[in-house]
DNA sequence: AAGTAATCCTGATCGC
DNA sequence: TGCGATCAGGATTACT
């Protein structure tokens, strides 16, 4: 489930579930599913087996859990199909499961935190935290040190990031990916905003003004507020929440796998390009090309 | 230095 | 039915 709503969904659904329960077993059945860990599989048991986690943290799409009495924080992604699933310990296993967490919380008892991954792009890891550069008091996993803050984070810096668009030469599409710049868009909410906003996708940053620049990024904030407040987007049961629901922000989209459909504005069809080699979905009319 | 292409992967689906 | 091509919501690495 991989953008900002979607990873924000298992965030919060993992929340009660894993905070103040102590890991009591850890099976590795994929070992690429750890390709972020530094070092051995065994060390990535051996150190997580018996720690107490706290409550879990997220800034892009990368979400962490702090481990009590330690500076390290278990650090999950979800890549492109990875799931977060929360199991009766004696539930049967989804064929592709990677990595099996068994926790014992005060409250609620055993449970099993499965990570679920078909194309093996996403991964866990432990990894050392780190004050974050803008804000020491905050400590953030060193593998997370290059990703910029969201839009939805307290202490996203809208000025740095619209000095740091105008600075760029590329197209906005390509910027709103980049998420050392802002983290969390990907190839749906990218497209999404763009639509609202009215921008083709290769418009170069330098030439967009600051008025749309500002607008753009409050379309940003807008959709996603709308993906989160229906649970993400879903297609189909490779994007589900800890408990294997679908959200169901697939009905809002306007522009995202709406091609051939007529636009919900003007009503001219959505086109699809290939562009970054995936799909870019907009308007013909709505969003002209530049140039 | 910064921008962009290449790469890592599996499985579902579609056309022949 | 079988098989190859195509496509999928991402991040890092390796080039230019």
Known sequence: ???????????????PAVTGATVTSVEVLEPRSLRRHDGPDEDFVERLTG??????????????????DSSEALVVHLGM???????????ERDR??????????????????????????GSM????????SDHPDQRIPSQVAHIARDPVDPFFDDELFLRRLAAKDTGIKRALLDQTLVS????????????????????????????????????????????????????DSTYVNVNGA???????LNAYGQHGLPC?????PIARESFMNRGSHFCPRCQRAPG
């Open 184 to 235: 969390g868009i990907g190839n749906i909410y990218a497209d999404e905003a763009l639509w609202a906003a009215r921008i083709h996708y290769a418009q170069p940053t330098r030439t967009l003004s600051r008025t749309k620049a500002k607008n753009l990024l409050a379309e940003v904030r807008l959709v996603l507020g709308r993906a989160l407040a229906e649970g993400g987007t879903s297609f």
């Open 96 to 121: 592709l499961t990677r990595i099996v967490l068994t926790l014992d919380q005060p409250t609620h008892g055993p449970v099993r935190v499965d990570f679920v991954d078909q194309r093996i792009f």
């Open 264 to 268: 919900p504005r003007c009503g001219r």
């Open 51 to 68: 720690s107490r986690l706290l409550t879990p943290e997220r800034r892009g799409k990368f979400l962490w859990i702090p481990l009590a």
């Open 246 to 252: 679908s959200g169901y922000f697939s009905h809002s």
């Open 81 to 91: 199909s990875g799931q977060v699933l929360l199991r009766d310990p004696a539930a």
């Open 1 to 15: 489930m991989p953008e900002l709503p979607e990873v924000e969904v298992v965030r919060s659904g993992l929340e």
């Open 125 to 132: 890891a432990l990894d050392v935290l780190a004050p974050a």
